[in-house]
């Protein structure tokens, strides 16, 4: 049974920082391509970063570009999200997601093979 299992969220002050992390289980960590996908209230769950399997390649959305950074620990099946410089239009569900794949974890939701349960991130102005 796979298992994706969030942690890191909170309320935290605008320009300010917190790290999510995910820590799965179940799978052969090593094989999947691992992201962060957020959704805010009445929107759309929307890619945020994500990393292949090997750890490069790093790729993020346009406007968390310089802001966040994804990485992962291989040997404990972990996969972080380091953010900073929050800002109000951060706040929201993050969720991890994972895919078996050697290329880019899709940006489509839809395409996802696993998901964590999610943490919230609100960031107050």
């Known amino acids: 049974q796979v298992q994706l299992v969030e942690s890191g969220g909170g309320l935290v002050q605008a320009g300010g920082s917190l790290r999510l992390s995910c820590a799965a289980s179940g799978l052969t960590f090593s094989m999947y391509a691992m992201g962060w996908f957020r959704q805010a209230p009445g929107k759309e769950r929307e890619f945020v970063a994500g990393i292949r399997r090997s750890g490069g390649r790093p790729d993020y959305r346009d406007s968390v570009k310089g802001r966040f950074t994804i990485s992962r620990d291989n040997a404990k099946n972990t996969v972080f999200l380091q953010m900073n410089s929050l800002q109000g239009e951060d706040t929201a569900v993050y969720y991890c997601?994972?895919?078996?794949?050697?290329?880019?974890?899709?940006?489509?939701?839809?395409?996802?093979?696993?998901w964590g349960q999610g943490t919230q991130v609100t960031v107050s102005s």
């Open positions: 997601a994972a895919v078996q794949t050697i290329w880019d974890i899709s940006r489509r939701a839809a395409s996802i093979e696993y």
